[in-house]
């Protein structure tokens, strides 16, 4: 292999320049463009990785094979779902899914190792896939630091010389067809060096896991209290926030055993913790199951409520492993036939199989998030008298061509109650987001301005759209009409006010008002100097009166008509 290295940088430069192409390239038609970049990045992954591990011809069909499966599972969801209209968290789903299936799969092939010529059993070692997987990522770091400083000393060298009046090497570099393939080359070659000094991964890798067996127990201590708070009442607390929030329950429970995942990739002692620590530990991994279940529980109340989606799809998915892989990983702890960080290696290495199992099927078509939903989705609306067209409008938004086929057979079923389809898709609800302040309960201060109260309302309603969900105070679901405010007030002295409006973020954006083409500019954004501050005090403070301009402490400098300002 020593040979080939020159291989890497220039398949590295090849692969930057394949990017930048299909990047830079006016497609007339891009319905290939998602398909061939997801076949390019996995061919360069399975190039770098795959590629001496076995036999020439093994290695090259495995190379081949893992990015065509993956363009062509990227493929057919573009034909039969399509990327126009489609929820934004199943199209990052499903390149996700890829990457992991993908990166998977390679590390699987490496620990398979050669053929075996003796009369040992030639079968991986499941628990070896572990540090794999932690050494893939590694050098993949070290892809990202090779272009770290490729760039910084380059740019170096390049100022120096156009000290010397020679910028035409920084001129040609800058442009993007070389930028990229340089990159490329630079980050190939940190996966070269990553690759040939593997002995160097080694410490690298217990050196993580040090830190993360230090984190585990903190990370645990902070769960259990969660659960007893949950226990004593905090549960009602919880599912009263209007926010989703099975995502952050599951990123506890998936977080928690990703601590332990680094913890045990390295290090061949025969106690984790210690001996009598690891009684302790082993009890503690049957949080992250209780975790998993009250993220399916909130999962399930706006399923029922509402029906499944493209993103509740991904979460159920992602409960229902988190939940298996937990009580497998519990269930391995307590097994009395290995030491306890090689039963967790072991079926660390078993769950990373299974996950990249299941990102592939779950992306298979017609099993597709955006195809079930669609499905249940219509199904739920069809046992329903009466249609929301919001939730017809979501079907037209959200769900691609298998919204579309379930629109058209609702349509056929009930044609005075679906609109058509750009109508569904341009619908506004009125009453859609609950968490949205109405204008006429916003108060305005002072009450005479000499802006035209029309503009006032324009600024309301498209500006400020967005800036009016935060007129609430957390867990109060609608938004109480005293929650926000806007504050009319001249700042620059120019005889007309500018628009502050405040919410319960820690800053506000200053409008001014164009005149002359009747729009609404962001001129700057105000903080507060403390580090906390009573909200309602100073909704309070806005309704009296009590407010005053400051003058700066430094003023701006007019030099010739050219003006010399702050940062702003």
Known sequence: MKKAHWLFPLSG?????????????????DYLLASLMTFIAGLAYCSWFAI?????????????????????????????????????????????????????????????????????????????LVPEIWSIKLALAFGLVGV???????????????????????ELISEAYVALPLSGAAFATGILIAREKSGLLIPV?????????ILYPIQASGLFLFLVAAALGGWEVLLDQDFGVWWTVMAAAAGLSYLLFGAVQAGEGTTLFGRIADRVFR????????????????????????????????????????LMATIWLSVAAFGRRQSTPVSLRR??????????????????????PVSISARNQQSRLSSLTDWDTADLAFIARNLGMPGEEALAELGAAKPDMVLPLAELRSYFDPDGDRMTARIDNIPIYPSQYQIPQEAVKTLLEGPLEYDRRF??????????????????IDLDGN???????????????????????????????????????DHEAMLRDLANGNFEIVSPRYSDLLIGGARWGQYR
């Open 13 to 29: 430069a090849a692969y930057g320049f394949a990017f930048w192409y299909l990047i830079d390239y006016r497609w007339e038609d």
């Open 52 to 128: 001496g591990v076995r036999r020439l011809r093994d290695d090259l069909a495995v190379t081949l094979v893992l990015p065509l499966l993956a363009a062509l599972q990227v493929l057919a969801f573009q034909h039969l779902v399509g990327f126009e209209h489609t929820d934004e968290a199943a199209i990052f789903g499903l390149l996700a899914c890829q990457a992991l299936w993908v990166g998977v799969a390679v590390g699987i092939w490496r620990i398979w190792g050669p053929l075996q010529t003796t009369v040992l059993p030639n079968y991986p070692d499941r628990a070896a």
């Open 148 to 170: 770290g400083v490729f760039w910084p000393v380059f740019y170096a060298l390049c100022s120096l010389l156009m000290l010397v009046g020679i910028d035409q090497i920084w």
């Open 205 to 213: 890798r217990q050196v993580i896991g040090g830190m993360f067996r």
């Open 283 to 322: 009890f503690t991994l049957w949080m992250a199951p209780i975790f998993a279940l009250i993220a399916m529980a909130t999962i399930y109340i706006r399923v029922r409520e509402y029906g499944l989606t493209p993103s509740r799809i991904y979460a159920i998915w992602a409960a229902v492993f988190v």
């Open 347 to 368: 079926a660390f290495g078993h769950i990373a199989i299974c996950g990249a199992l299941t990102a592939f099927i779950m992306h298979l078509p017609f099993l597709d």
């Open 471 to 488: 007129c609430r105070t957390a867990g109060s679901g609608t938004g109480a009409p005293n929650q926000c405010a806007l504050l009319m």
């Open 495 to 533: 005889g007309m006010e500018e628009a502050a409006f405040f919410t319960t973020r820690d800053y506000v954006d200053i409008y001014r008002y164009g005149t002359e083409d009747n729009s609404w500019q962001v001129v700057t954004s105000f903080f507060h100097d403390q580090n906390e501050i």
